[in-house]
């Protein structure tokens, strides 16, 4: 079945304790993305990647890291997180092409940070 | 700054009647627009892509886009209870930066 996989869906931590959520697509897509969700505020683009070792910012990027070594992972790495990183986080991928603009999401990843 | 805004509702409208969603954009060069549906507690789901002015129908889903207001509108007609659910604007500014509104939710009444 083609999907987005996240691990893990939920995630309980305190502050200052260091995290990576990951995300996986089986489709071969080229394109990557994560995005952070709160109440009010809708999606948030945090990092993309458009391939293999390349990444870029998104509009809210502070605090976060990611990394792409290979082609179907993209984990997002919280190195000290905080309170105001509560939030639901969801990865999507995309392919390349004339399709490229349409983004899979994953289920989403719940994270709370006391 | 990018910013794209929507009601956030909700809006309600009875079963069979159509519903209208809108979304306004700041930046002036965006060319990508995307309706996305995000039922409770899931993720998003694409419905509509429309990159020029006037409609774009896909069953009972029309998208409407007016660069020069700045808008872009989802109609959906003959709207059934299933339709209930958060509707997410989105624009697409460079490589792969995407904006999204806050979400409208629709709320189908039997």
């Known amino acids: 079945e083609a999907q987005v996989t996240q691990n893990p869906r939920y995630l309980i931590t305190v502050t200052g304790k260091k995290l990576t959520v990951t995300c996986s697509q089986n489709?071969?897509?080229?394109?990557m993305s994560w995005y952070r969700q709160d109440p009010g505020l809708g999606l948030r683009q945090i990092y993309y990647?458009?391939?293999?070792?390349?990444?870029d910012k998104g509009d809210v990027p502070e605090g976060y890291k990611v990394s792409r070594k290979e082609k179907r992972n993209f984990p997002l790495i919280l190195e000290s997180p905080s309170p105001n990183q509560t939030s639901l986080y969801f990865c999507?991928?995309?392919?390349?092409?004339?399709?490229?603009?349409?983004?899979?999401f994953g289920p989403g990843t719940r994270l709370l940070v006391l | 700054q990018k910013e794209v805004e929507q009601n956030s509702g909700p809006l309600s409208v009875p079963e069979g009647a159509i519903a209208s969603l809108n979304c306004t954009y700041s930046?002036?060069?965006?060319?990508?627009f995307f309706w996305y549906r995000q039922y409770s507690g899931k993720s998003p789901e694409l419905i509509m892509s429309?990159?020029?002015?006037g409609d774009k129908e896909d069953g009972r889903f029309t998208a409407q886009l007016n660069k020069a207001s700045q808008y872009v509108s989802l109609l959906i007609r003959d709207s059934q209870p299933s339709d209930s659910a958060t509707y997410l604007c989105?624009?697409?500014?460079?490589?792969?930066?995407?904006?999204f509104g806050p979400g409208t939710r629709l709320s189908v009444l039997p």
């Open positions: 999507a991928s995309s392919p390349s092409g004339i399709n490229q603009e349409t983004q899979y």
């Open positions: 489709m071969n897509h080229e394109y």
């Open positions: 990647s458009m391939n293999v070792e390349v990444t």
């Open positions: 930046d002036r060069v965006s060319q990508s």
């Open positions: 429309i990159y020029s002015n």
């Open positions: 989105a624009v697409k500014h460079y490589g792969q930066n995407f904006v």
